[in-house]
């Protein structure tokens, strides 16, 4: 999405469309797909209940999925699908994020914590997050920000919070629905998506700029989930299809 003032509407044809190769996870499917920027499918794996995925430096991509039963972890694969690490944990986990370090940051959806595992699958550390009841609610994309905090959106609670590397809770940014994708700006504001809004609040946590779904009726938006902001000032916006609403449009 481009920006342009406070309230923009994005009325765009199709040929004006900003067009990038991209990799996704396809929790319909079971999937991670990696298209080119033309809309070819180029690589795909299975990936069962993945709602969030990175290319590493490496080539290989690392996933959230489910990996046993009911329970859920994260894995890193090589491009001929090759499962090269595994992190298993119980109950449900949405996020991951290879971290500078080597180590990979796993949100522990059902557990109520975040968790950063070396890669010898040890837990180089622990932090409780804060939410009214742990369980499917409590929260979707977490991400170790640059200066060592964590963001996370919390959908249960309707809310986007900051966690210093001590797991205080550094501020709070209310939501108009459930909380999903979140990322901290260089400038200090913060972009997240809850359902049928993304947002950017400054740093008092004021609204500077907001995309409704009701806007780009032209992608068939359902729910506005995972989000990134680009080096250019453009926002890339995932558009879920769950719930039995697979077909239309996967991302603008």
Same mark, same amino acid.
């Given at each position: 999405?481009?920006?342009?003032?406070?309230?923009?509407?994005?009325?765009?044809?199709?040929?004006?469309? %900003?067009?990038?190769?991209?990799?996704?996870?396809?929790?319909?499917?079971?999937?991670?797909?990696?298209?080119?920027?033309?809309?070819?499918?180029?690589?795909?794996?299975?990936?069962?209940?993945?709602?969030?995925?990175?290319?590493?430096?490496?080539?290989? $991509?690392?996933?959230?999925?489910?990996?046993?039963?009911? #329970?859920?972890?994260?894995?890193?694969?090589?491009?001929?699908?090759?499962?090269?690490?595994?992190?298993?944990? +119980?109950?449900?986990?949405?996020?991951?994020?290879?971290?500078? #370090?080597?180590? +990979?940051? $796993?949100?522990?959806? !059902?557990?109520?914590?975040?968790?950063?595992?070396?890669?010898?699958?040890?837990?180089?550390?622990?932090?409780?997050?804060?939410?009214?009841?742990?369980?499917?609610?409590?929260?979707? &994309?977490?991400?170790? !920000? !640059?200066?060592? +905090?964590?963001?996370?959106?919390?959908?249960? #609670?309707? &809310?986007?919070?900051?966690?210093?590397?001590?797991?205080? $809770?550094?501020?709070?940014?209310?939501?108009?629905?459930?909380?999903?994708? %979140?990322?901290?700006? #260089?400038?200090?504001?913060?972009?997240?998506?809850?359902?049928?809004?993304?947002?950017?609040?400054?740093?008092?946590?004021? *609204?500077?700029?907001?995309?409704?779904?009701? *806007?780009?009726?032209? %992608?068939?938006?359902?729910?506005?989930?995972?989000?990134?902001?680009?080096?250019?000032?453009? !926002?890339?916006?995932?558009?879920?299809?769950?719930?039995?609403? *697979?077909?239309?449009?996967?991302?603008?």
């Amino acid at each position: 999405m481009r920006r342009s003032g406070r309230h923009s509407l994005f009325r765009l044809a199709i040929e004006d469309w %900003v067009r990038h190769a991209f990799i996704l996870s396809d929790s319909g499917r079971g999937k991670v797909l990696r298209f080119d920027a033309d809309g070819k499918l180029v690589w795909e794996c299975d990936a069962p209940n993945s709602y969030d995925c990175q290319l590493l430096a490496n080539g290989n $991509v690392a996933f959230a999925c489910r990996v046993q039963g009911r #329970d859920r972890g994260v894995r890193e694969v090589t491009p001929d699908r090759k499962v090269v690490w595994e992190y298993k944990a +119980t109950g449900e986990v949405f996020a991951c994020q290879r971290l500078a #370090d080597g180590n +990979t940051l $796993v949100g522990e959806c !059902t557990n109520a914590r975040l968790v950063e595992v070396a890669p010898d699958g040890k837990l180089a550390k622990e932090l409780k997050v804060k939410c009214k009841a742990a369980g499917h609610g409590c929260m979707r &994309m977490a991400r170790k !920000t !640059t200066a060592g +905090t964590y963001m996370v959106g919390h959908p249960g #609670d309707r &809310m986007v919070r900051e966690y210093s590397a001590a797991g205080e $809770v550094l501020r709070e940014i209310p939501a108009p629905g459930p909380a999903y994708g %979140v990322q901290l700006l #260089d400038n200090g504001n913060v972009v997240f998506s809850c359902a049928h809004f993304v947002i950017e609040v400054d740093k008092a946590g004021k *609204e500077v700029w907001r995309l409704s779904d009701k *806007e780009v009726p032209e %992608v068939g938006p359902k729910w506005l989930a995972c989000i990134a902001r680009l080096p250019n000032g453009n !926002t890339v916006v995932g558009n879920w299809l769950g719930h039995g609403q *697979e077909g239309g449009m996967a991302l603008t």
